[in-house]
């Protein structure tokens, strides 16, 4: 399938591996790109620029195809060090980045004289008109059923996307609740030029997590997903468990007084406890409602293929109905 996404990137398929905190490693990147989508590794997973150097190395062995380095750019009181990231993905030749969190106009520049691509998430059409506007070359609209951070404005894909298609020149890619073929498709009705997935790509042979991780996204249904952190302007959707239960227990009780602080068991340092160690219990973790739609642990390679083949299927006969 040809489209504005897979003309930019170079891709085969208009699917993209969203960055994912401790699931974005070489191998699920590179699994991602031989399947033909765009995989990501999350650049703030591996710590240092030398580790992130180390890491893009291990993905150019896996694929000689293209793959996108993810920047998350976080409010901190200890910043990562951010030039130095984008120094070794600049050195490393990497054609994509993948950018979130704060607005990347600071750090664009530099990656754009690079002639790297830059695709910034979003969650609100503002915010995407504005990641435009800065001259980045892609969106990725996340709406509010994504796993990870929907923003604060609650705005569902099925009006989020026509949207943005009303508002943008530039392409963009449906994020969350995306699953399969149905998803592509109608992401694609709706105005985008592709899709990208995290919790679905979380659930396949080729992520780097424990077994007990893909297991929990399995057996989630649509119900079972949790916005915690409302009150400090950080929502994250996450999947409910005991951890979740006390951190919320918290927010009813301390209200508008809640401090980050006092969830820091809950937040802090849990994802390497989950995602390798697979303790499910040990903290909050983002997953998406799109859980309810995961019913299988595939290779990526069957999984990109079962999405085109589902894709062409419903586009060939249910779609031909006049
Ligand atoms: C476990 C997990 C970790 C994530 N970590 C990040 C991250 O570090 N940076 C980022 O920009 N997005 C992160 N995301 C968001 C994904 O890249 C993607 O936008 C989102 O998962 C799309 O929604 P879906 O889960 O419904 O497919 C994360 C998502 C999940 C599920």
Known sequence: MKTKITELFGIEHPIIQGGMHHVGFAELAAAVSNAGGLGTITGLTQGTPEKLANEIARCKEMTDKPFAVNLTFLPSLTPPDYPGLIKEIIDAGVPVVET???????????????????????????????????????????????????????????????????????????????????????AMALGAEGMNMGTRFIATQDA??????????????????????????????????????????????LGDDLKFEDILDEVAGVYPKIMHEGTMEAGAWSCGMVAGLVNDIPTVQDLINNIMSQADEIIKSRLQIF
Do not use: W
């Open 208 to 253: 780097p997590v424990h077994q007990n991780v893909k297991e929990a996204i399995v057996n989630a249904t649509e119900l079972d997903t949790r916005l915690i952190m409302r009150s400090l302007t950080n929502t994250e959707r996450v999947l409910n468990n005991e951890a979740v239960e006390r951190l919320m227990e918290k927010e009813k009780r």
């Open 100 to 186: 979130a969190g704060r607005n990347p106009a600071e750090y664009l520049p530099a990656l754009k004289e690079a002639g790297i691509k830059v695709i910034h998430k979003c969650t609100s059409v503002r915010h995407s008109i504005k990641a435009q506007s800065i001259g980045c070359d892609a969106v990725s609209v996340d709406g509010f059923e994504c796993g990870g951070h929907p923003g604060e404005d609650d705005i569902p894909n099925f009006i989020l996307l026509p949207r943005a298609a009303e508002e943008l020149e530039i392409p963009f890619v449906a994020s969350g609740g995306m699953a399969d073929g149905r998803s592509l498709v109608a």
